[in-house]
């Protein structure tokens, strides 16, 4: 089965920066896209950053400036630093794959964002 490690969450002051990473392994036919979402208590998952296999980038409106996604397609591994974090940056993070068929979930990650 395809798994997906994500590192780097952590707890924060508003301003600092942490760097998630997210590594696949497993039988992987394609992949398409990777990405990262996140979700907050009471709120809908929301995809923050995402890069497809030819290199495009997208960002959410509230973290384009401030956060930049990477990859290393020969690694399977997917990175997102976050720079200047704000309080509303709180959630849990979780790694997307989307292969030709199928999308793969990380188990996420809580990235928190306190004085």
């Known amino acids: 089965q395809v798994q997906l490690v994500e590192s780097g969450g952590g707890l924060v002051q508003p301003g600092g920066s942490l760097r998630l990473s997210c590594a696949a392994s497993?039988?992987?036919?394609?992949?398409?896209?990777m990405g990262w979402y996140r979700q907050a208590p009471g709120k809908e998952r929301e995809l923050v950053a995402g890069i497809t296999s030819g290199g495009r980038t997208n960002y959410a409106d509230s973290v384009k400036g401030r956060f930049t996604i990477s990859r290393d397609n020969a690694k399977n591994t997917v990175y997102l630093q976050m720079n200047s974090l704000k309080p509303e940056d709180t959630a849990v993070y979780y790694c997307?794959?989307?292969?030709?068929?199928?999308?793969?979930w990380g188990q996420g990650t809580q990235v928190t964002v306190s004085s």
């Open positions: 997307n794959l989307e292969a030709q068929y199928v999308n793969y």
């Open positions: 497993g039988s992987i036919w394609s992949i398409n896209a």
